[in-house]
């Protein structure tokens, strides 16, 4: 089943148009990846994804709605089923690595502290960080235990859906791998859909399981893994040899 369906989607920015009528489908539960070379729009489709950038012309639909035109308050609603881990993590340099995490839900929800504080240590030992770590503040933490609690927040209200921008960029490759093989057990664990922007060719093979390749302001593929090299784009020729 189609969790999100893009649909001639065209996005121009002054007199540079980025996307020139993308169609894609992200199905239920699988990892979906965003590829293309620097520049093409991949962050760019992220963010109109997740309503955080409007988009020209076309339609965008996520979880059976389609998100032009919304209210404000359909917006929030929707919003609320979805996590984000931006690329830098994203955290607020003046709260703690807990109070980064429990942000949302005080925000959001009616919970009460107790349950807030159960949540928070729950998904703090999910994404793979130590209790103690909760007390850090961002500037005291590496730049892989940053993206686990970017992961740790994202994951604070049980979304259905998952977005990650460049989850391994700036990862040694030992830590890149590691947050890969997190992302595969969450998935399984959580039954999340997981949508990613990446050029970490290892990350792409050991993780996903379709692909739309941005080339040229259009989708040049969209499919599995196994069947990309058919494709003519440069881009592809080069990327995956």
């Keep these: 089943m189609s969790i999100i369906s893009v649909r001639d989607v065209h996005t121009q920015f002054g007199d540079k148009l980025v996307h020139k009528g993308l169609n894609l489908d992200i199905n239920e539960g699988e990892i979906y990846g ?22 020209t012309q076309g339609s965008i639909s996520v979880l059976d709605k389609n998100i032009q035109g919304m209210s404000q308050a359909e917006g929030q609603g929707l919003r609320r089923q979805w996590g984000v881990l931006f690329q830098a993590g994203a955290l607020f340099s003046s709260l703690s690595i807990y109070d980064n995490i429990a942000l949302p839900l005080v925000e959001y929800t009616d919970l009460s502290a107790e349950m807030i504080d159960e949540i928070v240590k729950f998904k703090i030992n999910l994404v793979g960080l130590k209790s103690a770590d909760a007390n850090l503040y961002p500037s005291q933490i590496s730049g892989g235990m940053k993206k686990k609690a970017g992961l740790a927040r994202a994951l604070a209200m049980d ?29 399984e664990m959580l039954g999340l859909t997981i949508v990613m922007v990446s050029h970490d060719l290892r990350s792409i093979y050991d993780t ?18 196994s069947g990309v090299k058919t494709s003519k784009s440069d881009f592809i020729q080069t990327f995956f040899k």
């Design 34 to 55: 965003l590829l293309g070379p620097s520049g093409c729009g991949k962050t760019t489709l992220l963010r109109e994804m997740v309503m955080l950038q409007e988009f």
């Design 159 to 187: 979304p259905k859906l998952l977005f990650l921008d460049e989850p391994t960029s700036g990862l040694d490759p030992i830590s890149a791998r590691e947050f890969d093989a997190l992302i595969l057990k969450l998935r």
């Design 208 to 225: 996903l399981d379709r692909v739309a390749i941005i080339d040229e302001k259009k989708i040049v593929y969209e499919g599995s893994l």
